[in-house]
């Protein structure tokens, strides 16, 4: 997806708020990609029901926990809703490999599943960890640290991505950016106006206006040629030409003409795109496969995808057949068997036993 550098405070913010409260922004993605490989099922029992009505939000479970949010204030939860670390954070992100970014009074650390400090809060800003390295900031310079909370690569970068297939974009100065290796060493230099992180072998960049895509080796395998662009996704990428979208393969071939308003990534097949104010379901060959009849649309995860007409969300699954109806102010994608919804501005968890 089409990256802008902003504050990164923001941009989290963004990210994690409850996505599906409007899927329809032209240029991000409708839901949060499913995070559920390796991890076991959540069941939705009573327990977990009744402890999470005392919560404001909450949130999709990761490695067992899930984050909740109590006046003002955020911490986690077990899959029997036991408030195993107590809302004292001012934010919280999920655990990766068993490691969770928090912050409080502005500044970020981070902690481990049992609640216990394994970073102190010292940065004044902070991703969370991917590949063994968090992105941090100090003093207005980003570097890298590994779980220990060692210093692996200096601080002395104007702005950090996350590490992905083993690379991260970096920027020195002048807005311009590149991307370094988990040896700090330059990989590829820093020309590009905007860039996105590495997916399926391949990077989104920007320059000029011009957006396209690079490997690993620096190389401009699809030429900048589109007016935006979003990150691949199960083998295809959504570009935009003259303010329609359609869909490329990872060798640049053009699968989906560009020819929609707005479009959403891949997941499970197919993937939402709207005209004329209408959203529908393509298959990977661009053909139409579930009609242009939902007034937004989210993706698939788990066999159901959230939808909406008029002003209420439901869930339909492959065949395009509404199985939970449409009564929700808001919904998620299914993740570890649940979905979040709101209703009546209270926020609770599904289960698949509400589909018909």
């Known amino acids: 997806m089409k990256v802008i550098v902003i504050l990164f405070l923001f941009l989290v913010g963004v990210f994690y708020a409850f996505i599906s409260i409007d899927f329809s922004d032209d240029t991000e993605e409708a839901a949060p990609k499913p995070t559920s490989e390796n991890q076991d099922i959540v069941k939705l029992t009573p327990e977990l029901v009744e402890a999470v009505k005392k919560y404001d939000e909450v949130y999709e479970f990761s490695e067992g926990f899930a984050r909740v949010k109590k006046n003002g204030n955020s911490g986690f939860i077990n899959a029997k809703g036991k408030e195993v670390i107590p809302c004292i954070y001012d934010y919280v992100e999920p655990f990766v490999k068993g490691i969770a970014l928090v912050t409080q009074d502005n500044n970020w650390g981070y902690i481990n599943t049992q609640g216990e400090e394994v970073t102190p809060c010292i940065y004044r800003l902070a991703r969370s960890f991917s590949e063994g390295f968090a992105s941090v900031e100090k003093d207005d310079r980003w570097g890298f640290i590994n779980t220990k909370g060692e210093v692996i690569i200096p601080f002395k970068y104007a702005c950090t991505y996350s590490f992905a297939e083993g690379l991260a974009g970096i920027s020195i100065a002048d807005d311009k950016w590149g991307f370094i290796n988990t040896k700090g060493e330059e990989v590829i230099p820093c020309i590009y106006n905007e860039i996105s992180s590495f997916s399926e072998g391949l990077a989104l960049v920007c320059k000029d206006y011009k957006y396209g895509f690079v490997n690993a080796k620096g190389e401009e395998v699809i ?134």
């Open 223 to 356: 030429p900048l040629t589109y007016d935006d662009a979003h990150d691949f996704s199960a083998g295809l990428a959504a570009v935009c030409k003259s303010d329609k979208w359609g869909y490329i393969n990872t060798k640049g071939a053009e699968i989906v003409p560009c020819i929609y308003d707005r479009v959403n990534s891949f997941t499970e097949g197919l993937a939402a795109v709207c005209k004329s104010d209408k959203w529908g379901f393509i298959n990977a060959k661009g053909e139409e496969v579930l009609p242009f009849n939902f007034d937004d649309a989210g993706t698939f995860s788990e066999g159901l995808a959230p939808c909406k007409k008029g002003n209420k969300w439901g869930y339909i699954n492959h065949k395009g057949e509404e199985v939970i109806p449409y009564q929700y102010d808001a919904a998620n994608a299914f993740i570890n068997g649940l979905a979040i919804v709101i209703s009546a501005n209270k926020w609770k968890y599904i289960d698949k036993s509400l589909s018909h």
